[in-house]
């Protein structure tokens, strides 16, 4: 029999999240997806792994699961550009994100001209290449499920 381990990261709310490890067989040779759940984990943003600061906001940093993921809190003037843009050294934000928007307001411009706001309860996926700021009064916060791991930390992949 043909067997995958997948890792999936679960955004359970009020700061916490659980990581599920399952064995699945293949697709094609087997009715069955999931087969197995090997390993679960849970761990909470209230107490991070690591934090990173930054002008007008900062990242909190679990790992969990194999991964890792970033909760941004990003207060009310913030901008990626004048914010974070010096850290990273890049004309635009390098860092793909698979994001759970939990408050605020985040307005996004990707490089290729596409714009659009992103509010509370929005999942979004943003490729490499954009800026963005928070709108209003109220601190943005995300989940991240994707682009923290050098988010702000001045380290490049490439």
Same mark, same amino acid.
């Given at each position: 029999?043909?067997?995958?381990?997948?890792?999936?990261?679960?955004?359970?709310?009020? =700061?916490?999240?659980?990581?599920?490890?399952?064995?699945?067989?293949?697709?094609?040779?087997?009715?069955?997806?999931?087969?197995?759940?090997?390993?679960?984990?849970?761990?909470?943003?209230?107490?991070?792994?690591?934090?990173?600061?930054?002008?007008?906001?900062?990242?909190?940093?679990?790992?969990?699961?194999?991964?890792?993921?970033?909760?941004?809190?990003?207060?009310?003037?913030?901008?990626?550009?004048?914010?974070?843009?010096?850290?990273?050294?890049?004309?635009?934000?390098?860092?793909?994100?698979? #994001?759970?928007?939990?408050?605020?307001?985040?307005?996004?411009?990707?490089?290729?001209?596409?714009?659009?706001?992103?509010?509370?309860?929005?999942?979004?996926?943003?490729?490499?290449?954009?800026?963005?700021?928070?709108? =209003?009064?109220?601190?943005?916060?995300?989940?991240?499920? #994707?682009?923290?791991?050098?988010?702000?930390?001045?380290?490049?992949?490439?």
């Amino acid at each position: 029999m043909n067997r995958n381990l997948i890792s999936g990261l679960l955004f359970l709310g009020a =700061g916490s999240a659980i990581a599920l490890t399952c064995a699945f067989t293949n697709p094609k040779t087997s009715n069955s997806m999931i087969d197995t759940m090997t390993k679960s984990e849970a761990k909470s943003f209230e107490k991070p792994d690591e934090v990173r600061t930054f002008p007008k906001g900062r990242l909190e940093l679990i790992n969990i699961g194999g991964a890792t993921v970033g909760r941004g809190i990003f207060e009310p003037g913030w901008r990626w550009s004048t914010s974070v843009m010096p850290i990273a050294k890049t004309k635009s934000c390098e860092a793909p994100h698979f #994001q759970y928007h939990v408050a605020g307001t985040l307005h996004v411009v990707m490089d290729d001209g596409t714009e659009y706001d992103l509010k509370p309860g929005d999942v979004s996926i943003l490729p490499s290449g954009h800026d963005a700021w928070t709108v =209003g009064n109220e601190a943005v916060v995300v989940v991240d499920f #994707q682009g923290m791991v050098d988010y702000a930390s001045g380290v490049h992949k490439h």
